[in-house]
T-cell receptor, first 110, second 114 residues
């Protein structure tokens, strides 16, 4: 089975940097995904990691350590519109199932 | 690359009834997944279809069933509705080409069971 853990809530200040951690315990692994979900909307894809290391995409970066079962999403130069839930998800070996964590609700304050 | 649509947007049913939710994904997206998302929680995988065959299933009872059609549309059927089935139901398709590792979500159907 898969178990994904991430903090429930985080608060940060506009213009700052925030790191959202995700740990996972899985029976199989074929990639880790981060999604952003604004209230009342569908999740939107942010990043994908399958090898160890850092993937950078604009203000967002995602890191993966497979040996530690650990990932983080780094958001730089925070903007008010970044207030949303951030979902960590792991894909199984067969590539047929995404298991999501409970999501981290990020509140960005002025 | 977007284009996943779902209908209806909202639905109210009573316990014991049956419901069919619909999804239409982009041409060429052969794999569609369905998720249930309770309020304040992450999406829970229900099942996945590839070329009209179910090829993955989460921990949901058989009263949750699905179909995928050749025209890239799909259905989620839920029989004998229970109060706990109240949730947002999301349909998602895996992209192709450069977006092979991106899953595109539809806006969801909000189901309320009374």
């Amino acid at each position: 089975g898969q178990n994904i853990d991430q903090p429930t809530e985080m608060t940060a200040t506009e213009g700052a940097i925030v790191q959202i951690n995700c740990t996972y315990q899985t029976s199989g692994f074929n990639g880790l995904f981060w999604y952003q979900q604004h209230a009342g909307e569908a999740p939107t894809f942010l990043s994908y990691n399958v090898l160890d290391g850092l993937e950078e995409k604009g203000r967002f970066s995602s890191f993966l350590s497979r040996s530690k079962g650990y990932s983080y999403l780094l958001l730089k130069e925070l903007q008010m519109k970044d207030s949303a839930s951030y979902l960590c998800a792991v894909r199984d070996n067969a590539g047929n199932m995404l298991t999501f964590g409970g999501g981290t609700r990020l509140m960005v304050k002025p | 690359e977007t284009g996943v649509t779902q209908s209806p947007t909202h639905l109210i049913k009573t316990r014991g009834q049956q419901v069919t939710l619909r999804c239409s994904s982009q041409s060429g997206h052969n794999t569609v997944s369905w998720y249930q998302q309770a309020l304040g929680q992450g999406p829970q995988f229900i099942f996945q279809y590839y070329r009209e065959e179910e090829n993955g299933r989460g921990n949901f009872p058989p009263r949750f069933s699905g179909l995928q059609f050749p025209n890239y549309s799909s259905e989620l059927n839920v029989n004998a509705l229970e109060l706990d089935d109240s949730a947002l139901y999301l349909c998602a398709s895996w992209g192709g080409g450069e977006t092979y590792n991106e899953q595109f979500f539809g806006p969801g159907t909000r189901l309320t069971v009374l």
